[in-house]
């Protein structure tokens, strides 16, 4: 064991040591931290054994549906209040007040989204609110429920975070009142559908997104409230319009030209809506 005749000498090794373990310490917080977030990035447990794909189901009769008319044609949607109650409750709300009359469509994802339900062109919100809280609606994520073409999803608006909180995966995100339609990326490329059946981690998944289309980057990470089954057309050609030639301050890329979303109306299913389903006809025999 060493020896020190100088008390100085014996303090800063001591204080060197203590500096060391300190280092030591952060490290090994720091290597822990990116392990669990790298771990657990976007993780959401799925069970393949008791997974329900209720977009390819036959739609039940009396089954809440809304009837979105825009500008450029009508989309008619299925809604799931039993796998996101609140944002369907709050969606049917918001509709049924007239809150969606003649508000805009404000960003275009060619070929992939279009999200919707603005006051303004440029994504503004519209105030006052009807609801408390209205735009901090917890995120709803359920494993029946995947971003097929098109799924009606609601728009993240904020993030509860903090160090900690991303750390331990406690993290909120919130929706509020403005919505988007996804089309669909594309499935044709060899390698990337290969990629994606061995990443799926299902196979009755994989084939369904082959069949529906959709958007998979976006599985398990929005809400999704419902299901297109009239008005394909619609949102294909919505997401294929030109765009503006820049992002506004906003961050969004709106169309070129004002697209809008006239009225939405909550209804049920019914056989008129069995005579419009245009879904049936995309899934394989």
């Not at 977009?55 to 008319?69: F, L, R, S, W």
């Not at 503004?124 to 995947?146: G, R, Y």
């Not at 339609?181 to 499935?187: M, P, Q, R």
Request: glycine share 6%; charged share 20%; hydrophobic share 40%.
């Amino acid at each position: 064991m060493a020896r020190f005749s100088d008390p100085s000498k014996k303090r800063k090794a001591l204080s060197t040591m203590g500096i060391f373990l300190l280092a030591a310490a952060i490290l090994s917080f720091i290597a822990f931290y990116i392990i669990v977030m790298i771990s657990q990035q976007g993780y959401h447990y799925i069970d393949p054994e008791t997974l329900v794909l209720v977009q390819m189901q036959e739609i039940p009769d009396g089954t809440p549906t809304a009837v979105i008319e825009t500008s450029l044609g009508e989309i008619r949607a299925v809604l799931y209040p039993e796998y996101a109650p609140s944002t369907v409750s709050q969606f049917i709300s918001l509709a049924e007040k007239g809150w969606y009359d003649n508000t805009y469509i404000f960003e275009v994802k060619n070929d992939v989204y279009f999200a919707a339900g603005s006051a303004d062109s440029s994504g503004t919100l519209k105030t006052p609110p009807v609801f408390d809280n209205q735009e901090k609606i917890p995120l709803e994520l359920h494993q029946n429920l995947w971003p097929f073409c098109g799924a009606l999803c609601s728009l993240t608006t904020s993030k509860d975070t903090s160090f900690s909180k991303r750390l331990f995966k406690s993290e909120v995100s919130y929706t509020g009142s403005r919505f988007m339609f996804l089309n669909t990326v594309d499935f044709s490329d060899e390698e990337f559908a290969a990629q994606f059946r061995e990443a799926s981690g299902s196979q009755e998944l994989a084939d369904a997104f082959f069949q529906l289309g959709g958007v998979p980057n976006f599985s398990q990470q929005v809400t999704i409230f419902g299901q297109a089954y009239a008005g394909l057309d619609v949102i294909r050609q919505i997401t294929s319009v030109q765009l503006a030639e820049q992002a506004n301050a906003q961050g969004y890329t709106p169309p070129a030209e004002e697209i809008k979303i006239l009225s939405v109306k909550i209804s049920s299913y019914s056989q008129e809506d069995k005579n419009l389903n245009e879904l049936t006809a995309l899934q394989s025999p």
